[in-house]
């Protein structure tokens, strides 16, 4: 068998000896064509590997024949010889093989397809993740447009709470709403973004979270003496408004606890049992929003584009505290704020260790994203850009605040 596979095999050299220029360094005297010869070169060389193999009965005689029959083509283009038909021996006894593919071609072929969707799932992952950040880079520009056409309706940007159930009275410098209500102001933004009959459906007289009081003190009563029929009705919504929900977060899907949360907040000064202290804050401690807070475009006189407005946050939080739902404000959350913590910080002080649990946020007003390097944070102007998550301190406070006179650096 070896010794009529080596007699095979020369007859096919024979009939390639045609194709190598006769001179040596594989060059005929009159060729000028020294990149044609030097691609034969490599061709042939590549053909004596398959030659090789083919020898020692790795390779069909079929598939010899074929490698051959295009090496020759290639040849001919280029102009070197003419093209080269196998001979009669080799085609007499490829006529007597079965076709097919042998086993260890199979295997090549299975190899090959093996390495190639190896190299496209990360593409697919990354192109799929690319479409996933533009929708959340656009949910956020909706809001922005929504919270302008608030502004122009009503004058004024809507408070990122009303009737904040965590007020405390020991707080000379707090009014207390005359009932708790907890209400998140992205519900005030359902009109403006085509959720007029979701909105209309809500009895504003009644609360929408039933978080009361706390340590020390008993808050006041929830209007309407009840939350329920507002929760309910939210709940049964959130299904139905993927808008205030980042693709990108998943958290909702295997924790039933974060399915109504938000991804996206407001931008706070960090108070959680403050109440309408907003037009008493000075200007180095004031945001565009907080409980009973009442902004307007005046008031922003850093510049629209140098101040920031809202900020994604991650569903699943936190070691400290609680987020809030798109609906209500519950425990302490009532934004979120940059300066406080960089994006993404999974520890509640820097000398805590992270929580290991699916990337839980570490502390309430912590913004997050599940984006790559940082998180989109919308402007006072409703523009939209991407934070990333090493940006120093000093920048995060100057976009938090409103009206603090200082430089914005690039971001």
């Not at 060729?31 to 030097?38: E, G, Y």
């Not at 329920?228 to 899907?253: E, H, I, K, M, Y």
């Not at 979120?336 to 993404?344: E, F, G, H």
Request: hydrophobic share 40%; net charge positive; with cysteine.
């Amino acid at each position: 068998m070896r010794s009529r596979r080596n007699e095979i095999a020369f007859l096919v050299i024979g009939h390639c000896r045609l194709l190598i220029p006769e001179q040596a360094g594989f060059r005929r005297a009159t060729c000028t064509h020294c990149t044609k010869c030097s691609f034969v070169l490599i061709l042939l060389r590549l053909l004596h590997g398959f030659l090789s193999s083919w020898i020692n009965g790795l390779f069909s005689g079929e598939f010899l024949i074929s490698i051959c029959a295009q090496l020759s083509a290639a040849c001919h283009y280029y102009g070197i010889t003419r093209a080269w038909q196998p001979p009669a021996a080799i085609l007499t006894r490829a006529k007597t093989r079965r076709t097919g593919f042998t086993l260890i071609e199979l295997l090549v072929v299975i190899a090959i397809i093996a390495v190639l969707i190896a190299l496209l799932l990360p593409a697919v992952q990354q192109a799929r993740e690319a479409a996933r950040r533009t929708q959340c880079k656009n949910s956020l520009k909706q809001m922005g447009l929504a919270l302008h056409n608030y502004m122009d309706t009503h004058r004024v940007f809507p408070p990122s709470e009303l009737g904040n159930g965590r007020c405390t009275e020991t707080d000379t410098a707090n009014t207390l709403p005359p009932c708790t209500m907890n209400l998140n102001g992205l519900v005030l933004l359902l009109p403006f973004v085509e959720q007029s009959g979701l909105y209309n459906s809500f009895n504003f007289n009644q609360a929408f979270d039933p978080e009361i009081g706390g340590a020390g003190f008993a808050g006041a009563p929830l209007c309407g003496g009840t939350a329920t029929p507002n929760l309910t009705l939210a709940q049964n919504a959130t299904r139905s408004l993927p808008l205030f929900s980042c693709p990108s977060d998943a958290s909702g899907v295997y924790n039933a606890a974060y399915v109504h949360r938000t991804s996206y907040d407001f931008i706070i000064y960090r108070y959680y049992q403050d109440c309408n202290q907003w037009g008493k804050r000075t200007y180095t401690r004031r945001a565009m929003f907080e409980d009973g807070s009442f902004c307007r475009t005046r008031d922003i006189t850093d510049g629209m584009s140098n101040t920031a407005m809202m900020a994604e946050t991650r569903k699943a939080c936190c070691l400290n505290g609680s987020n809030s739902t798109w609906y209500g404000r519950g425990y302490v959350q009532v934004g979120v704020t940059l300066y406080n913590n960089p994006p993404n910080r999974f520890e509640r002080l820097p000398n805590n260790p992270p929580n290991a649990t699916y990337n839980i946020l570490g502390d309430w007003t912590n913004t997050g994203s599940f984006h790559q390097g940082g998180i989109h944070i919308m402007l006072a102007d409703a523009s939209v850009r991407f934070l990333n998550e090493n940006v120093d301190a000093v920048t995060r406070q100057r976009l938090d605040v409103i009206a603090d006179g200082q430089v914005l650096g690039d971001f």
